[in-house]
């Protein structure tokens, strides 16, 4: 006899962070919606019109900010209805995944539809930006008041049997304290603790016990729609990651560039200042690029232009530059 369930409604959304980089900035593009927050773009998979999911996150990028991508990959399926449920919800269960997307956008700037535009991604996570030094949000803001929700220990206690670290030790895995050090790839962990102790906007979005007001919660970056700032630290510390042992960065520079703007870029999706001559002398013995022979024309001091040596990917299989972590 065969057992018949009901069917349970299920969408399959995709979320495309497409990343940019203007000047020294790392910019993220968003779709506006009147009235309302930021969001990445976004659309459904329909199988019946999209023969692969990348085909169909392509078509509707396409459709929504004008952008043709080059390097894209997927980050994660999100699937917690919890994050943006509602009470008696019978609406269909949203399954996200989540892709990340490089792009050079002066290319593409004057097709793109005025419904997107690119904005910094500093500005959703403010105290990931630590080029001019540490953050003054983390000592003013963010660490009294995650020391604070670590220290309740009626909830430490519930939580303890189904969590292996305590509230404390994922305060300071995830942001360096106690001299700990800073681990800038912890985008994602560093944005769920803070949405568990209810200081980001979503949190007292989606009903989370205990979450403060919310235009106190706007200090704590700027919110996005649905799951999407999820989406967005899971990307930025995925692409951290990547610098280091992908060559990644070149599908943000142009064809031909100099050292600074190199390191400039670098230290832009890092989140950190690097030494000039380390930097350099990081360059030279990994080999990723070459001389082009030619100089800038600009106003100021000539400066050499590089581009990317493409044979370096057939000579060894993880060229990155290894900036390390910081102490």
């Keep these: 006899m065969t057992e018949h369930h009901p069917e349970t409604p299920i969408e399959i959304g995709l ?15 968003v779709g506006r919606v009147e009235g309302g927050e930021d969001g990445l773009p976004y659309g459904s998979f329909d199988p019946l019109s999209h023969r692969t999911l990348e085909i169909a996150l392509r078509a509707f990028v396409a459709e929504q900010s004008g952008l043709s991508l080059g390097y894209v990959e997927q980050l994660y399926t999100f699937a917690d209805r919890g994050r943006h449920d509602r009470p008696n919800d019978g609406a269909p269960h949203v399954v996200s995944i989540g892709y990340l997307a490089l792009t050079r956008v002066a290319a593409q700037a004057e097709d793109r539809p005025k419904k997107a535009a690119f904005r910094p991604w500093y500005r959703f996570f403010p105290w990931e930006d630590w080029r001019g030094g540490r953050p003054a949000i983390l000592d003013r803001d963010i660490l ?5 929700w670590a220290q309740d220990s009626a909830a430490e206690k519930a939580e303890m049997k189904a969590r292996p670290l305590s509230r404390l030790e994922r305060l300071r895995f995830c942001f360096g304290t106690e ?40 200090r704590f970056g700027e919110p996005m729609r649905h799951d999407h700032r999820r989406i967005l630290a899971t990307a930025m510390g995925r692409l951290r990651a990547k ?20 390191q400039s870029t670098v230290e832009s999706i890092s989140g950190r200042h690097l030494h000039k001559q380390n930097f350099r002398r990081l360059v030279e013995t990994t080999a990723l690029v070459e001389p ?36």
């Design 144 to 148: 009294p008041r995650l020391n604070h």
């Design 243 to 262: 610098l280091k042992y992908r060559p990644v960065v070149f599908e943000l520079m142009p064809p031909s560039f100099t050292l600074t703007a190199l």
């Design 15 to 29: 979320a495309a962070a497409i990343v940019a980089v203007e000047g020294d900035a790392p910019q993220i593009l």
């Design 179 to 218: 001299s700990g050090p800073w681990d800038e790839e912890k985008v994602l962990d560093r944005y769920e603790l803070l949405y568990e102790a209810g200081l980001v906007f979503e949190a007292g979005r989606d009903g989370r016990p205990g979450a403060i007001d919310p235009d106190i919660a706007r």
């Design 292 to 327: 082009t022979g030619s100089q800038t024309t600009t106003r100021g001091r000539p400066a050499a232009l590089f581009r990317f040596r493409r044979d370096v990917l057939q000579e060894r299989p993880a060229p990155g530059l290894r900036v390390g972590k910081r102490g």
